[in-house]
């Protein structure tokens, strides 16, 4: 979402006629989006902060900090960062070519801070940076207010893009030549029509995936709360839908999973999985995991390795909890150690690195459609993604980048395949 952001403000500075410089040093704007969801990455910075330095013509460059940082810190940055001149959350995306008015009309410090907006951003011109794949979003904000989370603080209420524009911008990538859409929003599931139109999400799905030229649909995040079965018939009915699902679990225990303010009990959780894993076309299933939520007895950890075995996901995000600002859980008792959290952590991603090889290894010899997007020239591989999601490499060229390729599986690791290339070129 972060990455989406950024390429949709640098379409903002394109329609201001500015253009992008390789060189830092040569910038005489540097905008730098932030994110917050871990400790770690907000503390980063303060510290990147310090690296910007003076523009080529010798004047101070004018640098803005973005995101949800920005948010989080607002005019705090004015006081522990004096060469930022601008803070904007992403709920006050919309007002940024306002905002950089004011830098240009000589105002030395601006800010977009309110969270009280109904707006989506909407840009008349975004930056991609990927040729094949375009990211869009349909929904922003968050309204979930789980425990833990920072996102419903920084980037403002829910607020859904109506229908026909989403089309159109479909639309209009495909136009472009993009193959590939992935359809963003923090809880993309939750998305609903503004519009008279009144689509529900997995009618989107449908409308998108039947454009002529869509060759591959991607959604992500969803929340197990909104995951319904006429998802996974869309997915059954469309194959340009690709047959992957990320739902974040967070914990596989309901007492966990109840003081997170989650909204579903492990077994409500599984009763999802049951439904996807019914599909006709095997869906791969990716999740989110935190270790070491407060109160997180052994016991409660033991579920979620339990639900991990039993799930047996293709692949697992997974967190040490990090005590997050104006958060509810935030400051509550029965914190786990550090140390303790890093031992349930490598616990997991062992029991998970187990589960990838065995899956993996179980498709050797089997055949899959991938697109290409990279070239190693190191090892003389190309890197395609299957529409499972899964990284195959396999000995190509640069040409192939940005072509549907079919690639049979000769070796399996736990984080990605090998491959050949089969015979018939898709
Ligand atoms: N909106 C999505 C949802 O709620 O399902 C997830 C978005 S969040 C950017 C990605 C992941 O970061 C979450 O699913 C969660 O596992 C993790 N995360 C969020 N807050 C965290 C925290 N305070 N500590 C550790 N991990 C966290």
Known sequence: MNVHDSE????????????????????????????????????????????????????????????????QEGERFFERAPQVSLVCGSASYSILPQLLDQLEAGKSRVTGLALDTEECFETEMTRRDNPFRAYLTIIEGCDQRCSFCVVPMTRGPQRSRASDKILSEALGLVDQGYTEIQLLGQIVNAWHDPSPARLSFAELLSRVA??????????????????????????????????????????????????????????????????????????????DIIVGFCGETLEDFEQTLSLIKEVEYDQVFSFKYSPRPNTPAEGSGDAIAEEEKGRRLAQLQEVQRQIQVRRNQALLGESFEVLVEGYQARLGQAVGRST?????????????????????????????????RAENEA
Do not use: W
């Open 8 to 71: 949709k403000v640098q379409g903002v500075l394109l329609a201001r006629g500015m253009t992008p410089v390789e060189d830092l040093a040569q910038a005489d704007l540097v905008l730098y989006n932030t994110c917050s969801i871990r400790e770690k990455a907000a503390q980063k910075v303060y510290s990147r902060l310090g690296t910007f330095r003076k523009g080529r013509s010798g004047a101070a460059k004018a640098i803005g900090v973005l995101g949800c940082v920005a948010q």
């Open 210 to 287: 039947e454009i002529p030229g869509v060759r591959r649909l991607r959604f992500t995040t969803s929340h197990p709360k909104y995951f319904t079965s006429d998802i996974v018939r869309a997915v059954d009915a469309h194959p340009t839908l690709c047959n992957q699902v990320h739902l974040p679990l967070q914990s596989g225990s309901s007492a966990v999973l109840a003081r997170m303010l989650r909204g579903y009990t492990r077994e409500e959780y599984l009763e999802k999985i049951h439904c996807i894993r019914k599909a006709r076309r095997a869906i791969s299933l990716s999740t």
């Open 388 to 420: 499972t999601n899964r990284v195959i490499n396999f000995p190509g060229s640069p040409e192939d980048i940005g072509r549907y390729l079919t690639v049979k599986v000769t070796s399996a690791g736990p984080n990605s395949l090998v491959g050949v």
